[in-house]
């Protein structure tokens, strides 16, 4: 039989706001990098990872690993590796912008509205490199596609598929019921879903959803439970 194979995506994307400035998140993938490690223990592992901490230490740790910076490399580096490789299983831990750059704008005029609608008079100032002498600045954000949906169609992904979920600053309860249709959303096997007050601290942790069941998992223990459940899978389906 083959060796199994598993595709990991880690860290976060950065989008050009110009040449020089750029957003992103607060996430490094080290979460991503910590199940891609568990892994090597039973799989061959592929790692996408805009850390380039990371890249450096992948070849040490059995991991062929391709870096990426924005959510056009992303998707793009995604698209290439699933034409030519089948995967196993998949798990897309990077932290993906949801809106990228799309124009710069000088703000001259806001003014209130009814029902909360502001009016804003703006200038296009987009450049290579922004001027700093404009007094308020507004950048328009366009909706990213979700990679996470390309999985199961177009590229016809037929392995586990892990999906990841953070939200802020809501209750157990309304968390659980925003992963599981998450879940459902992405046609998806599992989703790992946990609130940023979870991510650090000694109640960090996160919520392990399947169609079965739901558990919640200790941080230091995620990566090695989520390769227990590959290696059972596995076991149970040894085609």
């Known amino acids: 039989m083959s060796p199994r194979r598993v595709l990991v995506t880690a860290g976060n994307t950065r989008e050009p706001i ?23 223990s039973i799989a061959q592992v592929d790692l996408l990872t805009s850390n380039r901490t990371h890249l450096a230490q992948a070849q040490q740790d059995n991991i062929h690993a391709s870096p990426f910076t924005s959510h056009a490399e992303l998707k793009g580096a995604l698209a290439a590796l699933l034409a030519r490789q089948t995967y196993d299983a998949i798990f897309m831990t990077a932290a993906v912008a949801d809106y990228t750059p799309a124009g710069v704008f000088q703000l001259l005029d806001r003014r209130p509205t009814a029902d909360g609608v502001e009016q804003w008079t703006v200038r296009n100032v987009q450049a290579d490199k922004i001027k700093s002498n404009h007094g308020q600045i507004a950048i328009l954000g366009q909706a990213t596609e979700k990679i996470i949906d390309l999985f199961r169609t177009p590229w016809n992904h037929a392995g586990l598929l892990f999906k990841f979920k953070l939200e802020v600053g809501i209750p157990r ?7 599981r249709q998450s879940r459902q959303a992405s046609h998806a096997d599992y989703l790992i879903a946990n609130t940023l007050d979870m991510v650090e601290g000694p109640t960090a942790g ?10 919640f998992i200790p941080r230091p223990n995620l990566a090695a439970r989520l390769a227990e459940i590959l290696r059972t899978h596995w076991q149970q389906r040894p085609e």
């Open 18 to 40: 110009d040449r020089v400035r750029d957003w992103g998140n607060i996430f490094t993938g080290n979460t991503g990098y910590a199940i891609a490690r568990a892994m090597t």
């Open 173 to 179: 309860e309304e968390l659980l019921k925003i992963a």
């Open 206 to 215: 996160a919520y392990l959803i399947s169609e079965k069941n739901e558990e």
